[in-house]
């Protein structure tokens, strides 16, 4: 998945909701985890959709999206997070320029 988008979140009491409402979210691909103990690289082919109800339904509890903001370290692709109910990460149109820059 050379081209795959989606969080880096630091480790939380939440990852494993936010994992299954990911793949609730995006049931017709595959959702990659890479664990490394104090983060967590989530990623899936772009367009990759998470949303707060979703998640809300794996946590039992509200959950406004900046959580996942807080929680987040970096993402791989671009985010487009103007809802306050989804976050959609994707890859640029304009295959002339660089791929998105990780850190971690």
């Known amino acids: 998945m050379s081209n795959g988008v989606g969080p880096i979140l630091r480790m939380s009491d939440d990852i494993d909701a936010i994992i299954a409402a990911l793949r609730d979210d995006n049931p017709d691909q ?8 104090a983060y967590v690289r989530i990623e899936g082919d772009p ?4 949303t707060r109800a979703s998640i809300e339904n794996h946590v039992g509890r509200e959950f406004p999206l900046r959580e ?3 929680m987040m370290s970096s993402f791989s692709g671009v985010i ?4 306050s109910d989804q976050f959609i990460w994707s890859r640029k149109n ?3 320029e660089p791929p998105v820059e990780e850190l971690a």
């Open 68 to 70: 996942i903001e807080m």
């Open 94 to 96: 304009n295959a002339a």
């Open 47 to 50: 367009p990759l959709r998470l």
């Open 80 to 83: 487009d997070s103007s809802s």
């Open 30 to 37: 595959e959702i990659r985890v890479i664990d490394r103990h």
